[in-house]
């Protein structure tokens, strides 16, 4: 058992962050920050680095604080019911932090910059969530929706649901996107389908399909 006040100053998580900034700190230091105080047998450092042991190789870095609920963050030897409370709360804090804010004078110039504004979003999410995001001609984005919520394996949804707002808003351009809860953005049969169908019917109505993006775990595929 190693104490805090036996680890030298400049090494302990709180001294550390004033020192070098948050930056410098282990994904085990910081959640220990968190933490806070340890019990007889570990210090808050020694069960954070626990907890990350144990559940970083099932989840990527430090998600688990999204995915875990606060009965199994519990089962965590050292993490009570008030601790658990707080690590759920950081890992929703961090989660809207990431949400893309749904304002005008967003101008999206590739593919990549509608990626890095849902990435951290919907790779997260345990059920398939398709978006629509409506852009004006010069590409700013005038609106974003969510049409359809499924399960693990499918989003059920139509061409109708899609379109009647873009329809409604006299939106020419349309960019949509859905995440794969397993993580692999290669999309399926039905998903090509469903992107051409949305596409020609679009066409028919003057509204550009400019992309339909499938977010994964860290990684996306464009089916256009």
């Known amino acids: 058992m190693s104490k805090i006040e036996n680890i030298p100053i400049q090494e302990r998580p709180y001294e550390k962050m004033l020192m070098y900034g948050e930056q410098a700190l282990s994904n085990s230091e910081l959640l220990s920050i968190i933490i806070k105080t340890g019990t007889k047998q570990k210090s808050a450092l ?119 707002e873009p329809i409604k808003k006299q939106t020419p351009k349309i960019i949509l996107l859905h995440n794969h809860p397993s993580g692999n953005p290669t999309p399926s049969k039905i998903d090509i389908v469903f992107t051409e169908k949305v596409k020609k019917s679009a066409n028919l109505l003057d509204i550009e399909l400019l992309a339909h993006i499938i977010i994964g775990d860290g990684t996306y595929t464009n089916i256009i």
């Open 46 to 164: 020694e069960i954070a680095q626990k907890l990350i042991k144990e559940k970083s190789n099932k989840y990527s870095n430090l998600r688990f604080l999204q995915e875990l609920s606060i009965e199994e963050l519990k089962q965590i030897e050292g993490i009570g019911k008030v601790k658990a409370i707080e690590l759920k709360a950081v890992g929703e804090i961090a989660k809207r932090i990431t949400k893309p804010l749904n304002k005008t004078q967003i101008k999206i110039e590739n593919e990549k910059d509608i990626v890095d504004m849902f990435m951290n979003e919907l790779q997260n999410e345990k059920n398939e969530i398709l978006k629509i995001v409506m852009l004006n001609n010069k590409n700013i984005i005038q609106k974003i929706s969510t049409i359809a919520v499924g399960n693990e394996n499918n989003i059920n949804t139509n061409i109708k649901a899609i379109l009647s």
